[in-house]
């Protein structure tokens, strides 16, 4: 990741700021604010903004139960007792906004999550930089035989090197093309001074998914953790939980009871199905039981299994 | 609106904060975080956080038009030109939360705004005060003839005495009879300690429609307009109003410039429809037309004239 | 429950039509389409609309997977397959609209699920009904003494009859008044002619929470979905339950593929937090282990055992 | 637009449909259900399912205001009433779910809106099909001088021409390559037998952003009409307008009423700022006003005389 020094020189003046304020903080939040921390090859994420922290996720809940929260001894408790129960309001009582530079097909993802607010460079307005995304050799993975959405073993170096020859090249050439097209250079200079260039909201049609962009990105505390519980988990995309691996370091800094309570319940956590329970309840109990009494799908079995860990019980 | 010992300390305590961050900040409105200002009998408003403030709106527009918004050479310009095209987005950058005490009748009103975030008192786990809402006489209106869901004339002096004799006697009867049914007092004293209570989930179903709730509730900049725009308009009931017009107050100290742009845009602005747009033309034009040959309705034809005050052309 | 003539002939109208379509229907839900369920002593829950069936939702997932999906033989497994990974956009794509009338106090829980769409019956607008809920001696419990959000024992006779009659006189007694102060009966005769009423939206005010409402309600079945999980729970208060359990009905007539799913996944599942699962694959394991050595909280402890039957264990 | 076989197939179906339904249906909508209408090069829109139709707006409405709205003649003029003062609630009540086929660069624009239901075609499982925009010569238009996101003059014939062959030659060489990269062909042949393909969540940013996508999109009536009354506007891009100007025509045979009063009251309408009513008030009573005494910048002041076209007017 390179910032402009124009983007460095703003995010200097952004950290000189010392306010005073009557609001809560949260001090280990405020020591990386503003910073753009590298993802990717060219991406980064910012906190730029928030609101509240573990604090007031504590007063919502005493304000709803009233005085009847008193005897609860610790926020700590109360968090956790929140968290099994899926009291989810509190947690919406808290905000935070991100800057985020990243390929525009892994935006695509991103955006299916609805409850946020949303600013996004325009290309109908503005002209884009010229930086995409070329993954590193070692996450350039075979299509997995198993599981259509997911990736097997890594491309041998032969095999990796003119994948990414042809993702450079396509993307330069593209992008050229793009300019060309605009009559206009990335840095603004004109290419011929008597021609016209095409509209900005055409040209972009050009470029490829892999071309970066960037937005602002807004969410409440609870529908952050309902996008990183997806976006940080195994299943995703390793682009996308790039971002959600750093996105929860910042949560650890700037709610850490919640993070903690987040990772024992949701992360770390399981799902059982009526008759996954059936069988965990005889499996305590020290029963045998096959696969056809379970009345689960030989997948929900073997699931069920590697989430307790009975790896010699696999089918 | 009376607090109790526990609240004022808890506001003292709350505004004697003084933390330092590298957030931005509005100061008019620091001055006023947490107090209760008082609204209705019992009722009242606090702001307790907010994020943002006027530049984080030109921030986020910025980043979504890119290079191309530095031409626009004020805050001011550009925040007017967003609200003047509705371009909404920008708006949804900065977050409010407040504290309001408020009727259970208004609170209904009040929650069919659904893209915000609350945290109500509940009356299943805690008993609710003894506080409940009688108009001021010169609040308690007849029935409009006109309006179905509009006020009339002020009721007299005997008539307005008897309705409040009438509404204060009812909430008294009823709430006492909720600590009857509770086996217990508002300042949590039992009464027959041989005997048990009725469940409070329960209870409740005897307090009148006046009984005083209170809730956090936080949104954005954006629906916070939405909902002023609405409940601090003429057609809204009074007792909404009441809260509305203060948070008008409050949105003036946050976010001055959007401010000045929301009240010539929205609150002070109007809308004409295709055919009233025809009718204006002809009018400008020196034209006569009649409300026939307008296509609209004597209501609309009426509430044009209003809005661009030609009195002598009401029907 | 008792409906008035019109809205008897009302229903009877809806369900003497007989329109072809195109569109795909829900043959047992058809067969209710219109009936007023009875719920409690005066409320009724009606579907009144809908819009797609189990096919729509595979449809929906057949579209986002494209020619992937192909291979999933069953209409049955990929919907299995969705719900056990939650992959809940396809259940979004079908529609239910309910006419449900319920006493305010639920109301106020009920829309506290912020995803749907509602227009309720305005007494702004118009007089309510005089229908006030009064609960069954059965369901008249004490307060638990260790769930503060929680029922206890159902009260005696003597103390029921109590009870019943402070509920039932001050809902009559309120009602009576707020007619008074209208100067309007509940069938639209008025009382004195010579006289005002109080405005509508400030009558009302002098109502008890246990007075019946009705409103239209709109959702999409993932919300429905997430609805029914939290309110036909045992933790849910009995009157909403009693709606939520009439609800689940229709859910198995419009959907049934959908809703074996769910009630084998949501609703008879269980989750288990990331110390539960290494406490419970020491219990597989045949191996001990202290509450200490757990790290669990004693009621944590007991909830993991309660939800896999190990009531020997329990603390 | 070219079907596939099994596309055609899969219509032909749907439409021969001929179920009974207690439900209201919209028979000018009947009429065109299934059909794939042609937009652009290879997009096309469907309707696919739809719940309620005018009545049901009407219907809700009553609900609401009770026993007050029978006095309202007819349903056209209470959706008119309903139209002009915002109130929204019952237009909520009817649902749409559309199959579209658009271009990636639009489809972003697109989900910018954000209450709606979508299932978009997933890249992460399967090969996106080869097809991808390439505007008519008549659409391709130069960047606007004077609007940063508008289009000008048309490029002549040879730029058109050469912006066309880059804008082909790109999207092949780069869809070719997205097949290399799979190691298999759109029709699903492998390409080399020995060897891996990569990853298709990966391979897929390699596409250029006019390819065809598509997706299930569902909404309810009033956020279609916000939908469309920003997208079907002269200020939006022509190619997303195509798509609204058709839905526009499928608003019109679903819920005929409704379009009338949309036309009216927001399509055709305009609004007027505070200091605008201001400047209309004075030419309507024949007084002469300049640009500074009315406050308006030069901007506001031509968009408002265009409006009622007083273009003698324009500054």
Chains 1, 2, 3, 4 share one sequence.
Not at 32 to 49: M, Q, S, T
Not at 86 to 109: D, N
Request: hydrophobic share 35%; aromatic share 10%; with cysteine.
């Amino acid at each position: 990741m390179k910032l402009t020094e124009e983007q460095n020189r703003e995010i200097k003046e952004q950290q000189s700021q010392e306010n005073i304020t009557k609001r809560v903080t949260a001090p280990e939040l405020e020591n990386i604010l503003y910073d753009a921390i590298p993802i990717l090859d060219h991406g980064f994420i910012r906190v730029v903004d928030y609101m509240g922290n573990d604090t007031s996720i504590v007063q919502s809940a005493r304000v709803s139960y009233g005085k009847g929260t008193k005897k609860v001894s610790t926020d700590s408790g109360l968090i956790k007792y929140l968290m099994r129960h899926w009291h989810s309001t509190p947690f919406e009582m808290c905000e935070i906004k991100y800057h985020v530079k990243l390929p525009i097909f892994i935006a695509r993802q991103w955006i299916r999550h609805r409850t946020a607010n949303v600013n996004e460079y325009s290309a109908r307005y503005s002209i884009l930089d010229k930086e995409f995304y070329l993954p590193e050799p070692r996450h350039l993975a075979a299509q997995s035989q198993s599981n259509r959405q997911g990736r097997g073993d890594v491309l041998n170096g032969e095999h990796a090197k003119k994948v990414l020859e042809l993702l450079k090249g396509d993307a330069e050439q593209t992008y050229n093309n793009y300019e060309t097209m605009l009559n206009e250079r990335y840095d603004g200079s004109i290419i011929d001074k008597d021609a016209r260039g095409l509209a900005r909201e055409l040209a972009r049609m050009n470029l490829t998914l892999n071309t970066y962009t960037q937005w602002y990105w807004k969410t409440d505390l609870l529908n952050l953790m309902n996008f990183l519980r997806l976006r940080a988990d195994h299943h995703a995309q390793y682009e996308i939980r790039a971002y959600a691996d750093v996105m929860l370091e910042t949560l650890k800094k700037w709610v850490p009871i919640t993070y903690e309570a987040f990772i024992d319940y949701r992360v770390g956590g399981t799902e059982v199905s009526a008759k996954g329970k059936e069988l965990i309840k005889k499996l305590i109990d020290g029963k045998n039981i096959s696969l056809d009494e379970s009345g689960l799908s030989k997948r929900e079995w073997n699931e069920l299994m590697e989430a307790f860990e009975q790896t010699e019980k696999l089918i």
